[in-house]
């Protein structure tokens, strides 16, 4: 923080003489010359002396500037001192920040306080201003990022130049609102409105509703009104598309709402309730239980307040916040976000009431940082989506310039006309186009979205899908993913002997136990130290637990519920009067409960907190049934015991109590009662690792993906849990912390991350972006957990962000890629399974549609290249295969289930081509081929019934194309041949899916099937039972509508009710009498058609995927249309006798052969791939 | 609801096409097609590619909601 803001150009050596003089010597150096006369002025009118001064022979003079473009800190140094109103200072730093950054301003300076006092004599001993910057930096990081030093209520009003009891001025509100700016979140740059607008007027669909409108211009054409007409149809269309898209962007305004819309401000002296995006840095704002705090602001008043913190840190217990004015250095490393006397936007009141001083506002608040960082990240595409887009545009490109070459040689050397050739175009250009792939990917996309909601993992943008199929490396936080975020207290150190607690969660059942021998409960209560332990657990606590069915519940913070689980375990119930409480805060580390026991009148103090803090506040040890005094030597044990728990990653507590004599008159403040306490024992619980996540992990490994743990857990705790989990599959492995992070430099933090499976503990959001970054930087594939704001901008970073269901709160859900229903590791693990499957299924559905793509080429290739052969399929024929053929079946490779074995293979490279130039040339050449031979075969076949083809002739001899392909006036024959050519292509593309549903497996074979989903599906086969239909019918809708929506509602209900009686009644009828057959007929039926399902399973294989099933009968649904409608005439075929189309089935057996055989080959070992 | 969306999609440009091909057709005399059928391809194919991207938008809309209520 400061070394970012801190050069070593701008560190000045050698000071001397009084304090104006130094700060010339500063100004000097300022990165804004001609801005060093405000700084002078400013220094001069508001008396900075007063707060410069921050202790040991340092001072800070610092200023707030409007229109100062970013912070200027400038430090000098001077051994001997300069003279500041009779003192010597050594250490001078000048800080001028931007007027509106007033929370950045007081945590510089809180930060300032609290590092340069520390580092003072280290500056003092640096050889120049370089070395001084690496003492500097080095300060900084040792201190770590959260040390604090608070300054007092008055020194805040002083910089936000406020009165705490009266609130700003409201001349002063207004002039800080229009400079400050509003209390709101900026929206980032978007598109702009008209760009978007004419976006959709331009839009590939568009684009060909304008061809058409402007074909109708043409001379020749001479269809003006048409064309107008089209072009108010591509107005209207390009105006609803561009509606559709403004309502669908929703991210920001998830964080604005988590803003105040009104808020209690007193200004004048006055209370009154203002607009919340009216709040300004200075501002003197009311808090009560419920509110959503409106902006950062610093507690000037606080009663029993807690804030559910939630919404920025994603921590779901409730926060104490309290007031605290003490200029002291805040002890440990806290985050900002940390501190306890302080609020922040978004976050709400839980209980209590509080006055507080706003500090930040909009976009220079937590929430406002968070939401800057989150719109910086650029939103990339997947790398399918990259080379979706890139083979589309390429092989578009090449059917192009295919289409454009042999319309040239068709109109100028086979002399066609320009029309012919330009149809000619059109076909080959269709043909080839594969603009069904986009669609089809969308769908396989989204089957995954669906198959893997199934699962618990809820996506929700589709490229992110096959993103999940390529991961690398999870960046896994540990609370509630990796464990069950829950307390169990599992050891207890008492009366100098170790003791083993079990039992599940919350659950009172479990037994305690000394060197593996089970205490009975009489046992428990007869032991003095132990039972006075629990009763201090149960009593010093404000968790409660709740029966909810077989589980229990906690009520209140997750430690507190693990006590008095570990209470009712030995069945302690408190009886007793509750007369004080010292809750816990931060600083303290411990809490205290005064207490009166039923039958004894004397006042009773337990304690609770960390075991370091509390014992130092113990002079007794209860042993043995009594109270002596604690000895240096007992110190030591006690604190060796707590290391020895902590390091095996036990979070412990120590308890202790105190009932003495001077207790009995003593107030209640905490610092006067918890002192003279007696040591009880220590309490180590943890955070059980979930079942699920040991087998995920190795099924990670399996697959090749390393998992690192980033939590803000303690260290030791975090390598505890990942040796549980089997993190670093044998290997030891140990915690780096936030504060170690910050020291590396980019070099060390990638050796660390190349190195394999890692943990980082203790880390802020800042650390969790970086390695996010880096990870990506190195070219890996990054998975990232994450539940609070504060991890949007790194879920967002990563390829796939993952936000938390249960524990998250909306703005990580919106940031993120995918969403866990349940929380679990083991779902993210089943979503990377499912995302391969995705990509091998749009693999397949590829290959599926470019196989068809050379029956459709062939025919306009020997068209134009042997005069006098006849087309074998039109333009329209193209269309038909396009629309009806390709998109149902592929449908169905997109629901296929991930084949055996694809988590034993390692991640995809983003890079690997979907769609290599030899997979299309296979495509076209091996399969294609095959597949068009068996068009050609059926297509002569039809010739011959005609009479007009026999073997040894050639295709011209085949009923000829009319005339300048005026397809009205096309001979029956010729019609019937378009027919005979088209139906293979259909025919042979059934057999192609069902191929492609598997590379090796055989579509025969009882291994086809995943074994759980073949039980699956038999026993839902066995178990299918008509479900009974009621036709709820309702034609008296309600008359008294009042917008227009309604007034159609109420008309068209009752008619659409009506029209659908036939068909509700004709369902109803049905299901009676499936009902009435449920028994005799359905019940025995279903059960042989599963055994015999078990018995032959190239049945089941067949059946098993229901949307191929159902494209083929559409597939054939169609070509009857096609054939034997109305639609023949646009489509222009002709019916042919049925045994043509039977041969046209011999296409599907060859396929079918040909494939078996491969799939033989490739279980051996031979992929083969030179056959597609 | 996306598949569905998908399909309408391709039909929509499959129809969008289809008006082409028809005015080329009629202007050469090689199909017979009345305007007003021509021009209610093009309204069908703008109706069904606007109902795509409507299921579209609210299926991603009821996989958030879907979301947020978990």
Redesign the interface.
């Given at each position: 923080m400061i070394v970012e803001l801190l050069r070593p150009e701008k560190i000045v050596t050698g000071l001397r003489g009084e304090l104006s003089q130094a700060l010339e010597q500063l100004f000097a150096r300022s990165s804004f010359p001609e801005r060093v006369n405000e700084f002078r002025a400013a220094l001069a009118q508001r008396n900075s002396r007063l707060y410069s001064y921050v202790g040991d022979e340092t001072v800070v003079p610092h200023v707030r500037i409007e229109g100062l473009p970013r912070p200027e800190m400038i430090l000098g140094l001077a051994r001997d001192g300069v003279r500041l109103d009779g003192r010597l200072v050594k250490v001078l730093l000048f800080l001028a920040t931007p007027a509106e950054w007033t929370e950045e301003h007081l945590q510089l300076l809180q930060r300032l306080s609290s590092v340069l006092p520390a580092i003072k004599d280290e500056l003092l001993a640096a050889s120049g201003a370089g070395s001084a910057w690496n003492v500097l930096a080095k300060g900084e990081r040792e201190a770590g990022k959260a040390t604090y030093f608070n300054l007092t209520q008055q020194q805040v009003a002083f910089e936000l130049q406020t009165d705490l009891e009266r609130g700003l001025d409201a001349a002063e509100a207004e002039r800080r609102l229009l400079h400050y700016g509003p209390n709101v979140l900026k929206r980032s740059r978007k598109t702009p409105w008209y760009l978007k607008l004419l976006r959709n007027f331009f839009s590939?669909?568009a684009v060909?509703?304008w061809?058409?409108a402007l074909?109708?211009y043409?001379p020749?054409?001479?269809?003006p009104?048409?064309g107008s007409?089209?072009f108010v149809?591509?107005l209207?269309?390009g105006l609803?598309?561009y509606l559709?898209e403004e309502?669908?962007d929703?991210a920001l305004e998830m964080l604005q709402n988590l803003i105040a819309q009104c808020c209690r401000v007193m200004r004048d002296g006055l209370r009154s309730e203002i607009d919340a995006a009216t709040l300004v840095p200075g501002d003197l704002i009311f808090l009560d239980e419920g509110d959503r705090v409106p902006a950062d602001a610093r507690l000037i008043e606080a009663f029993e307040v807690e804030v559910d913190n939630s919404s920025l840190t994603g921590e779901a217990n409730p926060a104490r916040r309290y007031k605290s004015d003490r200029p002291i250095l805040v002890s440990g490393k806290f985050l900002w976000i940390e501190l306890p006397n302080i609020v922040f936007a978004g976050t709400t009141v839980v209980k209590g009431n509080a006055r507080a001083v706003v500090i930040g506002t909009g976009m220079h608040s937590e929430i406002g940082k968070i939401a800057g960082l989150t719109q910086a990240i650029r939103t990339e595409d997947s790398p399918l989506q990259k080379q979706l887009r890139g083979t589309v545009v390429a092989v578009s490109a090449l059917a192009g310039a295919l289409g454009a070459v042999f319309l040239l040689l068709g109109w100028l050397v086979a002399g066609l006309s320009f029309?012919e050739a330009l149809?000619f175009f059109?076909g080959l250009f269709?043909a080839n186009v594969p603009?069904?792939l986009l669609?089809?990917v969308?769908?396989a996309l989204?089957?995954g979205?669906t198959r893997m909601?199934k699962r618990n993992a809820?996506?929700?943008s589709?490229p992110s899908v096959e993103t999940l199929g390529c991961t690398t490396v999870i960046c896994c936080d540990k609370t509630g993913t990796l464990t069950q975020n829950l307390m169990m207290v599992t050891e207890l150190y008492v009366d100098g002997k170790r003791l083993d607690v079990s039992g599940v969660g919350y659950r009172s059942e479990g037994e305690f136990s000394l060197d593996g021998r089970p205490l009975s409960l009489e046992e428990i209560s007869r032991w003095p130290a132990l039972r006075r332990l629990l009763e201090c657990a149960f009593i010093c606590n404000n968790a409660r637990l709740e029966k909810t069915g077989a589980a229990d519940r906690v009520l209140g913070d997750p430690t507190e519920g693990a006590l008095v689980t570990l209470a009712e375990k030995a069945g302690i119930r408190g009886t007793h009067q509750r007369l004080h409480l010292n809750p816990f805060e931060s600083i303290r580390k411990r809490m205290s409960v005064a207490v009166q026991v039923d039958g004894r009148g004397e006042k009773l103090l337990y304690v609770k907190g960390a075991p370091l803090e509390t014992l130092g506040r113990c002079e007794f040890l209860f042993e043995n049934g009594a109270m002596r005094r604690l000895e240096d030597g007992d110190r030591r044990r006690i604190a060796a015991e707590n290391d020895a728990m902590a390091s095996r990653g036990l979070r412990v507590l120590a308890l202790s109590y105190r009932d003495d004599a001077e207790l009995q008159n003593a107030s209640y403040e905490a610092e006067t009662m918890e002192r003279r306490l007696v040591f009880l024992g220590l309490a180590a619980m943890s955070d059980p690792v979930r079942a699920e996540v040991p087998p995920a992990i190795r099924a990670c490994h399996a697959a090749g993906i390393r998992v690192i743990m980033i939590t803000g857990d303690y260290a030791l705790t975090a390598a505890s849990i990942g040796r549980q989990i089997g993190l670093g599959d044998g290997a030891s492995l140990s915690a780096r912390s936030g504060a170690e992070l910050s020291e590396m430099d980019d070099e060390k933090v990638r050796a660390i991350l190349a190195g394999g499976e890692t943990i980082f503990a203790r880390v802020s959001p800042e650390h969790k972006l970086r390695i996010v970054s880096l990870l990506r930087e190195m070219g890996e594939v990054v998975a990232v957990t994450g539940d609070g704001v504060n991890d949007a901008p790194a879920l967002k970073r990563a390829d796939i962000g993952i936000a938390m269901?249960?524990r998250g709160n909306?703005v990580a859900?919106e940031a993120a890629h995918m969403?866990l229903?349940d929380d679990n590791f083991g779902s993210i693990v089943a979503a990377i399974e499912e995302g391969r499957a995705v990509f091998d299924n749009i693999r397949r559905f590829a290959a599926y549609v470019l196989n068809s793509n050379p029956q459709e080429i062939y025919p306009y290739i020997f068209w134009v290249l042997f005069p006098g052969m006849p087309l074998a399929m039109t333009?329209?024929g193209v269309?038909a295969v396009?629309?009806g053929t390709d998109?149902?079946p592929a449908?169905g490779l997109g629901v296929e289930p991930p084949e055996k074995g694809i988590m034993e293979r390692p991640p995809r490279r983003r890079d690997e081509k979907l769609l290599s130039l030899k997979f299309i040339l296979r495509s076209y050449f091996v399969q294609g081929s095959l597949l068009a031979f068996s068009c050609y075969a059926t297509y002569c076949y039809m010739g011959w019934l005609l009479g007009v083809w026999r073997p040894g002739l050639g295709l011209s001899a085949m009923p000829a194309s009319p005339p300048?392909?005026?397809?009205?006036q096309a001979s029956p024959a010729y019609l019937q041949s378009l027919t005979a050519y088209f139906f293979p292509t259909v025919t042979t593309q059934i057999a192609n899916v069902l191929c492609k549903r598997s590379w090796k497996t055989s579509l025969f074979s009882r291994e086809f099937l995943n074994p759980l989903y073949r039980r699956e599906l038999l026993e839902k086969l066995a178990g299918w039972r008509p479900r009974p239909y009621t036709a709820r019918v309702r034609i008296d809708h309600p008359v008294a509508a009042v917008s227009v929506k309604e007034i159609a509602k109420a008309f068209f209900a009752p008619v659409s009710a009506l029209a659908l009686l036939p068909f509700k009644l004709l369902l109803m009828g049905g299901a009676k009498i499936a009902v009435a057959l449920e028994r005799p007929v359905i019940v025995p039926l279903a059960a042989r058609l599963s055994r015999f399902m078990e018995r032959h399973p190239v049945f089941l294989n067949l059946v098993s995927n229901p949307l191929i099933d159902l494209g083929i009968l559409c597939e054939l649904a169609l070509c009857y249309l096609f054939f034997y409608t109305p639609l023949a005439r646009?489509y222009f075929f002709a019916p042919v006798p049925w045994h043509v189309y039977l041969f046209a089935f011999h296409g599907a057996a060859l396929l079918l052969i040909f494939e078996e055989v491969k799939k033989y080959y490739r279980r051996r070992g031979h992929p083969l791939e030179f056959l597609g | 609801m996306l598949p569905t969306a998908a399909f309408l999609l391709k039909l929509s440009k499959h129809l969008a096409f289809l008006t082409s091909l028809f005015i080329l057709g009629r202007a050469s005399g090689r199909v017979d097609v009345d305007p007003l059928w021509i021009f209610g391809a093009a309204a069908l194919a703008s109706a069904l590619h606007l109902a795509s991207r409507a299921f579209r938008m609210r299926s991603v809309r009821q996989m958030q909601s879907g979301s947020a209520t978990r």
């Open positions: 590939f669909f060909l509703l061809m058409a074909l109708c043409v020749g054409v001479d269809m009104q048409l007409a089209i149809v591509v209207v269309n609803f598309a559709q309502k669908s929703r029309f149809v059109i269709v603009e069904g669609p089809t969308t769908l989204a089957m979205v909601a809820l996506v929700k589709l269901g249960l909306d859900k969403i229903a333009v329209m269309l396009d629309v998109l149902i449908m300048g392909l005026k397809l009205d646009i | -």
